[in-house]
């Protein structure tokens, strides 16, 4: 069974399409996130969520809109896609924040064109 | 929030050669981990360091926490095809990681 599972795995789509990224962990752990991986490899964290609630909002266009309806799900909805926005979107999880281990999902290939 | 530099960015060795990747902080880091990346896939943890000059070793990696506990290391002995990927360093303070090393190795 995956630990991290997101879907789709490979999205692509069109600049001002709207769509969403699911991901769902089985690990019973508090804290979820969503990191975005560029061309060059960067792992930038956009979100983090405890038990639901939003504890790290870095600087993210508004455009992008995470959900977490519980602890094992955290979605991210993304608004009036841009070029910008193709990346590697990784959600993961961890069983607290701060010295525990992350586990990541497989990625989601995002391409707009 | 904290900075954590990594370098380099790139390393291409000859298998077999010797590869390190070191991790810088502006600010004392609690605790320090590293994760690697195999082309197309996803970041998976290898090691968390904690005490100040901590030394860690699996198989052919050794890891190490500096002294005032703001940098790190990562050293491969005798690289192999299959260490190719890209070596992150994580300050987990507030979950920010380093830009990563990218390793090749040439059979």
């Known amino acids: 069974d995956t630990a991290v599972s997101q879907t789709p795995k490979y999205l692509v789509t069109q600049m001002g399409n709207d769509k969403s990224i699911k991901c769902e962990q089985n690990l019973g752990h508090d804290t979820m996130y969503w990191y975005k991986q560029d061309s060059k490899k960067f792992l930038k964290i956009m979100f983090s969520y405890n038990n639901k609630e939003l504890i790290i909002n870095e600087t993210v266009p508004n455009r992008f809109s995470p959900k977490s309806p519980d602890k094992a799900h955290l979605n991210l909805h993304i608004n009036s896609l841009e070029l910008g926005d193709s990346a590697v979107y990784f959600c993961a999880s961890s069983q607290a924040t701060g010295w525990n281990t992350i586990y990541f999902g497989e990625g989601s290939w995002l391409t707009v064109v | 929030g904290q900075q954590v530099m990594q370098i380099p960015q790139y390393q291409h060795v000859q298998e077999g050669e010797d590869f390190t990747t070191y991790c810088n902080s502006s600010t004392t880091l609690s605790n320090i981990q590293w994760y690697k990346q195999r082309p197309g896939g996803h970041p998976v943890f290898l090691i968390q360091?904690?005490?100040?000059?901590e030394v860690k070793k699996q198989k052919r990696l050794t890891f190490q926490f500096g002294e005032a506990k703001k940098n790190s290391s990562l050293h491969i002995t005798a690289t192999q095809t299959t260490d190719v990927g890209t070596y992150f360093c994580?300050?987990?303070?507030?979950?920010?990681f380093g830009a990563g090393t990218r390793l090749t190795v040439k059979p």
């Open positions: 360091l904690v005490k100040s000059g």
């Open positions: 994580a300050g987990l303070n507030d979950m920010r």
